[in-house]
């Protein structure tokens, strides 16, 4: 079953400036490593929860991997990976529930101090790509994945709500009534102008929400961010010692919408 969410990925045109910019927004961002075959490198920003921001920049600058295109379209959230006690079980049901997922394939991933990081994905395809998450089952462990700086300057503690912008709603609502065994309840985001379906994920642990919204309005931020960017997160919010939630610096958070 899906445990939680693993990370969300944030394509950045350059690792280093990205970096200092997320580290200028208060978190604390620990270089990752390159990735075998795939031409490029990445920055992790990780949370208490267990979950992380992957800032992934490309080597390669005709690559034909489907994140290359955000590049040119001012990068910022891409994609999400979800966490799963079953790799093969979880795709499996969301193949009877009619998403495009293809088989699993191995990568790695070399860290700066030579260890390799060897884990299976199972990825989603179009047209699901974006509103299905890629799955993810460690062979290394996960503890090396990920980074064991949580601590940052902002307090920021976890992911709390993860929104998605697609065309339509009733899609992802099936897709994971089905993998997660709940009803989705309504949501509805004014300030994105959206409405759709939420989850939440693995409730006695990290209480993940996941949002799936299509736009109401023609001229709101979910319209824009599927005009430009087509299905795919289009905004997380984060916990942290605030009461009220702030929308932190577009440009400095590489044109993600992070609330904090």
């Known amino acids: 079953m899906l445990k939680g969410i693993d990370h969300v990925v944030i394509v950045v045109a350059d690792l280093d400036r990205a970096i200092a910019s997320f580290e200028a927004l208060g978190f604390t961002v620990v270089r990752g490593g390159r990735h075998t075959g795939l031409g490029t490198h990445n920055a992790l920003i990780a949370f208490a929860d267990g979950a992380y921001f992957e800032l992934i920049a490309f080597l390669v600058p005709a690559s034909t991997h489907r994140w290359f295109a955000a590049v040119s379209k001012g990068g910022g959230l891409t994609d999400f990976c979800m966490q799963t006690g079953d790799l093969d079980a979880d795709a499996a049901s969301f193949k009877r529930a009619g998403a495009a997922i293809g088989e699993p394939f191995a990568m790695e991933r070399e860290r700066s101090d030579g260890y390799m990081l060897k884990w299976v994905l199972a990825v989603a395809e179009p047209p699901s790509a974006g509103a299905v998450p890629f799955l993810i089952r460690d062979t290394t462990p996960r503890d090396e994945r990920v980074p064991r700086a949580w601590a940052h300057r902002n307090g920021a503690a976890g992911i709390r709500t993860l929104t998605?912008?697609?065309?339509?709603?009733?899609?992802?609502?099936?897709?994971?009534?089905?993998?997660?065994?709940?009803?989705?309840?309504?949501?509805?985001?004014?300030?994105?102008?959206?409405?759709?379906?939420?989850?939440?994920?693995?409730?006695?642990?990290?209480?993940?929400?996941?949002?799936?919204?299509?736009?109401?309005?023609?001229?709101?931020?979910?319209?824009?961010?599927?005009?430009?960017?087509?299905?795919?997160?289009?905004?997380?919010?984060?916990?942290?010692?605030?009461t009220a939630p702030s929308l932190l610096d577009a440009a400095r958070a590489q044109n993600a919408r992070v609330l904090l």
């Open 164 to 242: 998605v912008a697609v065309e339509d709603a009733a899609a992802p609502r099936a897709f994971y009534e089905r993998v997660l065994g709940a009803r989705g309840e309504e949501c509805r985001r004014d300030d994105l102008g959206a409405a759709g379906v939420r989850f939440v994920v693995a409730p006695d642990a990290a209480q993940h929400e996941l949002q799936f919204v299509a736009p109401v309005s023609e001229t709101g931020v979910a319209a824009e961010w599927l005009r430009v960017h087509g299905p795919s997160p289009c905004e997380v919010t984060l916990r942290g010692p605030a």
